[in-house]
């Protein structure tokens, strides 16, 4: 089924330590998205890469990280993680910048 | 800073009523708007959309209208069902695409 995979689907972290969640999608789309769900505020861009090859940074990007090696991955790296950057992580894609784009299941992180 | 607002964080209607989500942006260069539709523990699903050149897109029970003046959308659902309860997300495209902080619908039978 042609989608969007978010892996893990949840994890604890200890403080201080370097995480990877992984996101990819097998629709060929262009653009891609990373947003951290927080009660009361809503879905917040951390990165964003509107094709391979490239990455922007969105509203809330210290402390974190990404690359677009190809057009399907879009890896999100938390370099030495804090407890603020406990949340749910949201990977999205879409065909490009103008159109609907389509999110993964989340991965809830927790860092202790 | 928030460029994306959806003021009320929750909403009530009952069963066959009109139900009217608002969105307010602070972004002049938005020119594309979006809704999505979020159950608990899963991804937000897309709902509608409207370009800038239009001020009103329907399909079936749910119509966006957009005022460009007034930098303001809103979602209106008609007739509402309990199928409906569910936290609705505005998003806009600039340079990226940016999302308020929701509204929890709530629709009661």
């Known amino acids: 089924i042609a989608g969007i995979t978010q892996a893990p689907t949840s994890q604890i972290l200890a403080a201080g330590r370097r995480m990877t969640l992984r996101c990819t999608q097998d629709?060929?789309?262009?653009?891609m998205y990373w947003y951290r769900q927080d009660l009361g505020l809503g879905l917040r861009l951390i990165h964003y890469?509107?094709?391979?090859?490239?990455?922007g940074k969105g509203e809330v990007p210290d402390g974190y990280s990404v690359s677009r090696a190809n057009t399907d991955d879009f890896p999100l790296t938390l370099a030495s993680a804090v407890p603020s950057q406990t949340s749910v992580y949201f990977c999205?894609?879409?065909?490009?910048?103008?159109?609907?784009?389509?999110f993964g299941q989340g991965t809830r992180l927790t860092v202790v | 800073d928030q460029q994306v607002k959806q003021n009320s964080p929750s909403l009530s209607v009952q069963e066959g009523r009109i139900s009217i989500l608002n969105c307010d942006y602070t972004?002049?260069?938005?020119?594309?708007f979006l809704w999505y539709k979020k159950y608990p523990a899963e991804g937000p699903t897309f709902l509608i959309s409207?370009?800038?050149?239009?001020d009103k897109n329907e399909d079936g029970r749910f119509t966006v209208f957009l005022n460009k003046s007034a930098k303001h959308l809103s979602l209106h659902i008609v007739p509402s069902q309990p199928g409906d309860s569910a936290v609705y997300f505005c998003?806009?495209?600039?340079?990226?695409?940016?999302f308020g902080a929701g509204t929890r619908l709530t629709v009661k039978p």
């Open positions: 890469s509107n094709t391979a090859g490239t990455t």
């Open positions: 998003a806009a495209y600039g340079n990226d695409m940016r």
């Open positions: 629709m060929r789309h262009n653009a």
């Open positions: 972004n002049s260069m938005f020119d594309y």
């Open positions: 409207i370009s800038s050149i239009k």
């Open positions: 999205a894609s879409s065909r490009d910048s103008r159109t609907e784009a389509f």
